[in-house]
């Protein structure tokens, strides 16, 4: 019991530095950040020590309740931790900003995380509900990307009222793909997802069918992934996917593997070559040039000298990008840090920042030793770790983590892990 009691602390403490360092305007927006956090945590700490009786005379059941059964099984006790801490904050979001596309990634992630986790609750039947989800979410970006890739080819743009959808003209790019989201870099993280989770449904699901679907839905989203422009979606999920090749080329699937690493290799060759990328010449520059390599080496630099100043506390999230913009000389312009352990300390200082890192090594390292017990070495894992750490050198969506939306790189780490414990399981038992 005194490992809940912990939970509760941490939240308290996550809670306080947030607060602390967030340049929260008012006691009512702190309020209602904070609210469904305590109470769902508190709610679920109530659950847990209710006594035994009362759980069977409310149930009329003889055997014990479900939380209580969790409790008392040691191999569960992390899968709880990271539900309970993900809804609330995925809650904080959803009431603090109104729920968007990352909230939807965060119940997806949350859903995974019961899968990986849980191992005795991610049997036969939980997998089956999960992949239909997933096998939704894959069907309605694959529409979208339709949708999209059409836009793209007519030059078209739905105005539904103020908001137009399909195309828009962007001055350093050119024409860009953003298809049924408000930019290009939110619709090529929705195409990033749809990868990942078609790669999971190809381990999933066993008809030639789904297959055949999963694949031109891979080849699809990377090719709009490639009409958005961003370098930071395209530079992850390059990262990912060859750890996903890496994997796979040692398995069952490894015709499936080659089949799609020749068609993604033919079309971005067709692409280049027949000059079907938008303003192929600025958006080769964009992808390539020095600029991408030198212009984040000096916002690091910048964002290194603030943190510097303001190391235990850091400057607010709400400061950060206006900080760096006028480090670099430019303070009409939003500029990130692009680099998620940046981004951290200079928003929040460092002792959220160790905080942070401190509950994902936790996770991932009780992860790991599960996942050793059950199949041995597991050398894939510790591969997708270096890809995840490496990632997260180059996301600029850093500035919430685990609070509200989740972080890309750490959305894809837990996704291949996923994907090598489906496979584990139903080839080794």
């Known amino acids: ?166 195309i828009a003209d962007y001055y350093t790019t050119g024409k860009v793909i953003i298809s049924i989201m408000v930019n290009p870099n939110s619709y090529a993280l929705l195409c990033a997802m749809s990868i990942m989770l078609s790669i999971i449904l190809f381990v999933i699901k066993e008809k030639k069918v789904y297959k055949e679907f999963l694949i031109v839905n891979i080849l699809l989203q990377t090719y709009n992934i490639m009409l958005t422009g961003s370098r930071n979606s395209i530079l992850i999920i390059a990262v990912f996917i060859m750890s996903y090749f890496i994997f796979f080329f040692r398995s069952k699937y490894k015709k499936y593997a080659i089949i799609l690493l020749v068609l993604l290799g033919v079309m971005g060759i067709a692409a280049l070559k027949l000059g079907v990328l938008p303003e192929d010449s600025a958006f080769i520059n964009k992808i390539t040039n020095a600029d991408f390599t030198s212009g984040r080496i000096a ?68 992860s790991v030793k599960e996942r050793k017990k059950l199949y041995g070495k597991d050398i894939e894992i510790k591969s997708l770790l270096i890809c995840f750490l490496i990632a997260m050198l180059f996301a600029n969506i850093p500035e919430s983590l685990l609070f509200g939306d989740l972080n890309f790189p750490l959305i894809t780490f837990w996704i291949m892990l996923v994907i090598t414990k489906n496979y584990k399981e139903k080839n080794i038992g």
């Open 1 to 166: 019991m005194n490992k809940w009691k912990g939970i509760i602390y941490f939240n308290v403490l996550i809670l306080f530095s947030i607060f602390y360092t967030s340049s929260v305007v008012s006691i009512k927006g702190m309020l209602i950040f904070m609210a469904p956090i305590m109470i769902m945590t508190l709610i679920y700490a109530a659950i847990c020590f209710l006594n035994e009786d009362i759980w069977k005379l409310l149930k009329n059941k003889k055997e014990k309740c479900f939380s209580k059964r969790l409790l008392e099984d040691n191999d569960n006790k992390e899968f709880i931790w990271i539900i309970v801490t993900m809804i609330s904050y995925v809650i904080a979001g959803i009431i603090s900003r109104g729920l968007g596309f990352r909230e939807l990634y965060s119940v997806i992630i949350i859903l995974i995380g019961i899968c990986y986790v849980g191992n005795k609750i991610s049997k036969y039947d939980l997998r089956e509900i999960l992949s239909s989800i997933l096998l939704c979410f894959v069907v309605v970006s694959f529409i979208a990307g339709v949708f999209g890739l059409y836009c793209y080819i007519n030059n078209t743009t739905v105005f539904i009222g103020e908001s137009f959808y399909g």
């Open 299 to 366: 916002i690091w630099t910048a964002a290194i000298n603030i943190i510097k100043s303001n190391l235990l506390f850091g400057v607010g999230i709400k400061n950060s990008n206006e900080l760096i913009a006028q480090a670099m000389g430019n303070p009409t312009s939003e500029l990130g840090t692009h680099n998620g352990y940046l981004g951290v300390m200079l928003a929040n200082g460092i002792i959220v920042f160790l905080l942070i890192m401190a509950y994902i090594a936790y996770v991932i390292i009780n």
